[in-house]
């Protein structure tokens, strides 16, 4: 498991950061796809405007992705997806424990991955879901140079505030949150829920 999620989060950073496979304008977009564009075009550029500092300071690196990609994000929802049942089961207090470290995880794994990007090509699909809805997929595959295309889409809804924000991305059709799941559940079955969110806490020291 560890190592397939670590080959979603390295696609998932190419994803926010490399649409140069995209010919038509924001304008032209569906809102969702706009959004996310213009998120990974800040990060992009933040990225070279703070390459010289990257290098001294790797850890900035964790102050850009929080700044610049994670406001676009429903950590709530993707905490409540991640535990599955047990997010039922956890209290009040530990469901909002749970949500902030399991923010700070994202944060730090995809962080690194961002550091070690590459210029990969992406290729958006054809969009068909109705944005009227408020839940959309956005289809894409990653083009790899020695390798076969790797399809991905983005998930997003549209909140009560009207804001797009994205819950899950999916890699060969395997979602990145649940993904989570089965070590999650099988920590809580072992040690309970605060002993995972005690280790969480304790892995996401840089990242906090």
């Known amino acids: 498991m560890i190592k397939l999620k670590q080959n979603v989060i390295q696609l998932f950073a190419v994803m926010m950061l490399s649409f140069l496979a995209f010919s038509a304008s924001a304008q032209a977009m569906p809102e969702p796809q706009a959004l996310v564009k213009e998120a990974s075009d800040n990060m992009l550029k933040a990225l070279k405007d703070h390459e010289a500092e990257l290098e001294t300071d790797p850890q900035k690196i964790y102050t850009l992705v929080q700044e610049i990609l994670f406001p676009h994000f429903d950590f709530e929802r993707m905490a409540r997806l991640a535990?599955?049942?047990?997010?039922?089961?956890?209290?009040?207090?530990?469901?909002?424990?749970?949500?902030?470290?399991?923010?700070?995880?994202?944060?730090?794994?995809?962080?690194?991955?961002?550091?070690?990007y590459t210029n990969e090509e992406i290729r958006f699909l054809p969009f068909r879901d109705d944005v009227e809805k408020g839940r959309v997929s956005v289809p894409m595959e990653v083009v790899q140079?020695?390798?076969?295309?790797?399809?991905?889409?983005?998930?997003?809804?549209?909140?009560?505030?009207?804001?797009?924000?994205?819950?899950?991305?999916?890699?060969?059709?395997?979602?990145?949150?649940?993904?989570?799941?089965?070590?999650?559940?099988?920590?809580?079955?072992?040690?309970?829920?605060?002993?995972?969110?005690?280790?969480?806490?304790?892995?996401?020291?840089?990242?906090?």
């Open 83 to 116: 535990l599955g049942r047990s997010w039922r089961d956890a209290s009040a207090e530990q469901q909002t424990k749970f949500v902030e470290e399991f923010r700070l995880l994202l944060v730090r794994t995809y962080a690194t991955a961002m550091l070690e």
């Open 145 to 208: 140079p020695n390798g076969p295309s790797v399809p991905m889409s983005l998930a997003l809804y549209k909140n009560k505030n009207n804001e797009w924000k994205v819950y899950d991305v999916k890699i060969e059709g395997i979602s990145l949150v649940t993904n989570y799941r089965s070590s999650f559940n099988r920590d809580i079955r072992t040690s309970g829920m605060d002993a995972l969110i005690e280790s969480l806490s304790k892995r996401n020291d840089k990242a906090r």
